[in-house]
Each structure stands twice: as structure tokens, then as C-alpha cells.
């Protein structure tokens, strides 16, 4: 589940952080940093990405935490500010020179997490979901983590992503297809859809 | 007909989904299978481990937002402008110093000469004199009257070249605790705002010496 969902802070650390207070940011920090930290690898699958988006969330909580009256309303702020900026990565020029030089537009970026020895090979019902969510087409896999990890809905991320309703929805299908591939799962449940076929 | 994975996906979610479909997949067993297998992987995406940052980040994190803050978010109150007056300020300013200082107080009432009166003299280290230095260069730059007219280019970028150091060097100190700086490092600081207070005022007290045109 989403690490947003226990990044709950206290109403006085929330004003000591509005007056400044770096040992409050700090405190924040320390409650976000992973949530956010989290959502960057698993959208980005690349560390250095998730620094930078990391940071860039951070200066904006220190910049805009004024904006914040009810500490029940900074998770959700944080976590839509984080995926503002995984989402600007995936746009940026320099992520769309990764994923071509890393082979066809938008396919999912090499898995970057140790054990690169493992290769496409290797897919099949060994495989876990994370190397399998890291095999998936960028888009996609953001699709299927906004919606199945964070809870956004359909109609949010086709806004967030400057897209339609219709585009999430198919691109969260995309993914489940792609997944059950990976996971082998497709083939098992193929089979038995063939052999109960005339059943349905 | 199977329902396809979109379908499936919007029964998983609750969608509204044709009841047709609806009914197909309560009786198909593949598709039952498969409504249960998009379950399961959501629940083993939910089901990753967090990954930690790097320890250190937060420290990377304090220096980027007070340099940008420095950047974006430090004004000179620029609604201030010709507020003050050069020569009660002047005058403000020779006070605070006789109560501030009373061996160092007869400072001179010309612009140039009160500058040079608040120069580092050889041997300044306190902390505490450092910081009355900075507020004397503060309430002198504070009555220096700005200037509404277009201005050098070269002069202006100076001065807000200027701005944004002190700028940043006053956020650092406002985050000392934050970021852990030593007392040495707070006294450097302290010690370079005043050198670049001092620079301000005396690049402004330049500008206005010369000639409009």
C-alpha cells in the first residue's frame, strides 16, 4: 500500500515548519522521505531520478508549506507534488534519450536494481512483481502504480498526465496484460480459458 | 466471449460494468481465474517493500532550498523605496553606534566617511561585534535613498549579485542548527555578511555620486 497513507504529521510541527523551521522541515522530511523516495523508484526505476525527485518535492514542501493549514491534508499534498515531478521526468527530453537509447520508445527502462544479470530470460512465474513492474513500458507502469499503489483515480492521472480517461484506463490494461506475461500468469490462466471455452 | 482485461479491471475496481458481462464472468471460470489474478498482482504491487533515501539526502535537500530560496525568494522590500531618509538615517545610525560602542561612536556624518567608520578593523573575531557591524551596515544601506531612475546595467547587476549572496548567506545562518554548522562556520558567515553589506553600501553610495544622465 502506499507509504502516503502513514505519513501523518502533527498540527505543531505542520506551523513550525510554516514559521521556517528548518528542525521542523527536517521532521517532515523524515515522514515523507520514503513514501516519496518509493513512488520515484517504482514510477522512474532509476535511483539518481528519484533523488532529484525527492529534492525537488522537498524544496517545494519547504517553499509552499504555507499553503498547508490541515495536517491531515499534507500527505496527499506531498504525494501529489511528488507525482508532478515523476511525471515531468517522464516528459523530460532527457528520460525520452534513456528509454530510446535503452531500446523502443516508451518500453520499459533496463531493470537497474543489482541482480543485472537476469535478463528478459528470466521472465516467467520466478519473477517478482518489482522486476516485472520494471520491465513494463514507462507509462504504463505509471498508470498501473498511480492507480493500483497511490489510489488516484482514472479521471486524476488522465489530468495529471494532460490526457484522457479513456488513455488511464487503457493504459492500465496495458499494464495488467503485460504483468501477467511477466508473472506467468498468462499462460496458465490462456490454457484453462481454452479448456473450459465452450462453458463461457 | 471473455470479458476482456478492461472489463475485468473496471469489475475489480467497481466500476459500472455491462451486466452482461457482469453475468458472464460469475458463471466462467477462466475469467473468475483471471478477475482473481489482477487481485493478486495489485496486492503484490501494494505489496513492495519502501525504499529508504539515502541517508545524507536531507542535507543535500536544506542547502538546494535555502540557494533557491536565495534565488527566487529574497526582495529587498522594494516597496520600501525612498522611504528613509538618507539623513535621519544617518543620524539614527551615529546613535545606535554611541550606545553600541561608545570607544568606536563619533563616526563621521558623510556617506563615505561613515562607511569607512564601519570597515572590519584588524583583529574584529567576536561574534556579537560582527552582528552589531552587520545592523549598523543595514540601517546605513537602509537610508541610502533608492534610486527610481533607470540605472547601468553593470550597476544593477552588482547589486543584485550582492542581494543574493547576503541573501543566501542569511538563509545558511537562519538553518545553522538545521544544517549543523559549527561555530566557526556561523562566525564566517557573519563575517562574510559584512563584508558583502559593506561592499553594498558602498557600491550604492557610489551610484549615487554619479552624474544622471
Known amino acids: 500500500m502506499s507509504g502516503f497513507s502513514d505519513c501523518n504529521v502533527d498540527t505543531a510541527i505542520l506551523a513550525r515548519a510554516r514559521r521556517g523551521d528548518m528542525k521542523a522541515h527536517e521532521i517532515l522530511y523524515r515522514a515523507y522521505g520514503t513514501p516519496v523516495y518509493t513512488l520515484a523508484v517504482r514510477m522512474l526505476q532509476n535511483p539518481a531520478h528519484a533523488d532529484d525527485v525527492l529534492q525537488e518535492t522537498s524544496i517545494e514542501v519547504i517553499r509552499k508549506i504555507d499553503t498547508v493549514r490541515d495536517p491531515r491534508a499534507f500527505p496527499g499534498w506531498v504525494k501529489r507534488i511528488a507525482v508532478n515531478k515523476c511525471l515531468g521526468h517522464l516528459r523530460s527530453a532527457w528520460h525520452r534519450l534513456a528509454a530510446h537509447s535503452g531500446g523502443a520508445e516508451d518500453e520499459g527502462l533496463e531493470y537497474r536494481h543489482g541482480d543485472e544479470g537476469r535478463d528478459s530470460a528470466a521472465m516467467g512465474s520466478d519473477m517478482d512483481a518489482e522486476r516485472a513492474l520494471a520491465l513494463l513500458p514507462a507509462t504504463a507502469r505509471a498508470v498501473v502504480w498511480l492507480y493500483d499503489v497511490e489510489g488516484y483515480t482514472h479521471q486524476e492521472i488522465g489530468e495529471m498526465m494532460g490526457r484522457t480517461t479513456s488513455f488511464s484506463k487503457s493504459q492500465l490494461s496495458r499494464a495488467h496484460q503485460r504483468l501477467r506475461e511477466l508473472l506467468g500468469l498468462d499462460g496458465e490462466g490462456n490454457e484453462r480459458c481454452m479448456q473450459t471455452q465452450s462453458n463461457c | ?213
Open chain 2, 1 to 213: 466471449m471473455h470479458a476482456n482485461t478492461e472489463q475485468l479491471l473496471s469489475l475489480r475496481d467497481g466500476e459500472p460494468v455491462n451486466p452482461d458481462i457482469r453475468d458472464h464472468v460469475e458463471g466462467c471460470d477462466p475469467c473468475r481465474r483471471r478477475l482473481q489474478e489482477l487481485d493478486e498482482v495489485r496486492a503484490r504491487l501494494r505489496g513492495l517493500p519502501p525504499v529508504a533515501p539515502p541517508g545524507d539526502l536531507w542535507r543535500t535537500v536544506a542547502v538546494g532550498s535555502v540557494e533557491r530560496t536565495a534565488r527566487h525568494g529574497f526582495h529587498w522590500g522594494s516597496g520600501l523605496a525612498i522611504a528613509a531618509s538618507f539623513v535621519l538615517g544617518l543620524a539614527l545610525l551615529m546613535r545606535v553606534g554611541d550606545q553600541d560602542d561608545p570607544a568606536r561612536a563619533p563616526l563621521e556624518t558623510t556617506p563615505a566617511a561613515t562607511i569607512s567608520g564601519l570597515a572590519e578593523p584588524e583583529g574584529l573575531v567576536n561574534l556579537a561585534a560582527l552582528q552589531t557591524r552587520s545592523r549598523k551596515l543595514e540601517a546605513l544601506r537602509a537610508a541610502i535613498p533608492r534610486q527610481p531612475q533607470v540605472e547601468r546595467a553593470g550597476t544593477a547587476m552588482t547589486i543584485a549579485e550582492l542581494e543574493d549572496r547576503i541573501a543566501l548567506v542569511d538563509v545558511r545562518l537562519g538553518a545553522a542548527d538545521a544544517l549543523g554548522l559549527t561555530e566557526a562556520q556561523k562566525h564566517a558567515l557573519w563575517k562574510e555578511r559584512v563584508n558583502l553589506m559593506q561592499s553594498l553600501v558602498q557600491v550604492e553610495y557610489a551610484r549615487l555620486q554619479r552624474p544622471r544622465y
